[in-house]
């Protein structure tokens, strides 16, 4: 779940290499601006004097780096010095070994602005680092990822012949990614398989979908005069919040007498967008999320919405493809209505990421912040583990079958004939 603002998160260190490289004179046309407009940017802790007494960073071993490749290196000439900034600007995002602070060049930025709005190119995969692995955390609905056999939990061995070990996100993501018509080779590992299989995958222009909804009976079969109303929440994408009202007011008039709410293989998407939707289960001031920085400052966010459901019975459905503001949302319900998660354990992405523009279009994904839910549990790594576990198999999935809605729906009917 990403939190877009435009705030300071590393704008004051990048500010620094920036001005460094106006002083040096490599950077003079692109930042011409900035030099007829000279600014002292002071950053505690680094230095460019030698031998100073204060424990800073020297920033000189920044130049010397710098010109011992421009002298040294035999293909130097051939590497713009954009390129050597926009390494540069990695290596000290990378330094974190946090997977989700990434630095994006204007193109790579270009291709994540196309993705949470909506509409990219490539598999229709969400993709995350688990214990150092790429993984699915979760195929989107009727995407090439989906009808090839993906599934949330799948360890990515290797993209076409490029072993995966060492990758970030964003650089699986590029190798994946490719023209629509064109194939991409996955190797791919699942608990339960004896070996690893390879699954060739035809690329696409992926729309993401966002919403689904149905009235079902209490056996969780679509039907029209049932009485449980039955949302599925693919993301927490902007369209989220409308099309979340746009579901009420259509399904309202059926007079639903209970909800469940599925959030599996849902991936994330905005933190506005899941505390939006929390306002319509929670009370006017519930606390949805909790933001804890890296002060130890704790910031919540809480409910203001109508609380139309609040006094309807819900469960919620998760599993291992239910992530950041799906695991917020889940969460809340649980800790401040005591609603029961069925299903697997969710994946686990409880940080905070901001998003940080650039003049040049570049941009920085920076962790900022820990989510913990209402009552303080952390949910980074952790995840949240369902009130009630149930498997849902490779043969259920080929036989149209799931036993985790039917569980939903079994607990849904004991509460509301209470």
Known sequence: MLKFSKKRALVILISVIVFSALIGGSFYFGYK????????????????????????????????????LKEKYVDADKIPNQDLLYGAISGIIGATEDPYSVFMPPSEAKDFSQEISGEFGGIGAEIGLRNGQITVVSPLKNSPAEKAGLKAGDKILKIDDTITVGLTTEEAVRKIRGEKGTAVTLTIARNGWEKQKEISIIRDIIKIPTL?????????????????????????????PVLFYEAVLQSIFHNPRGIILDLRNNPGGYLEASVNIAGW?????????????????????????????????VVVLINEGSASASEILAGSLRDDR??????????????????????????????????????????????????????????????????QLEKAAEILRQEISQ
């Open 33 to 68: 601006k900035g030099v007829e407009n000279p600014k002292v940017v002071i950053v505690k802790g680094v230095s460019n004097i030698e031998n100073s007494e204060e424990k800073n960073v020297d920033f000189g071993l920044f130049w010397d780096a710098w010109k011992v």
């Open 338 to 403: 005591g609603i029961k998660l069925v299903g697997k354990k969710s994946f686990g992405k409880g940080s905070v990421q901001e998003i940080v523009n650039f003049k040049d279009d570049s941009m920085v994904k920076i962790t900022i912040a820990h989510w913990l839910t209402p009552k303080g549990q952390l949910i980074e790594k952790n995840g949240l583990t369902p009130d009630y576990e149930v498997d849902l198999t490779e043969n259920d999935f080929n036989d149209k079958k799931d036993p």
């Open 212 to 240: 689904d909804w149905k009235i079902i009976n209490e056996s969780g079969k679509e039907d029209s005069g049932g009485k449980i109303l039955y949302i599925q929440l693919y993301n927490f994408y902007e369209k989220a």
């Open 281 to 313: 289960f929670l009370n006017r001031g519930d606390i949805v999320v909790n933001e804890k920085f890296r002060s130890g400052e704790t910031q919540p966010f809480k409910a203001s919405g109508t609380g139309l459901f609040k006094e309807i019975p």
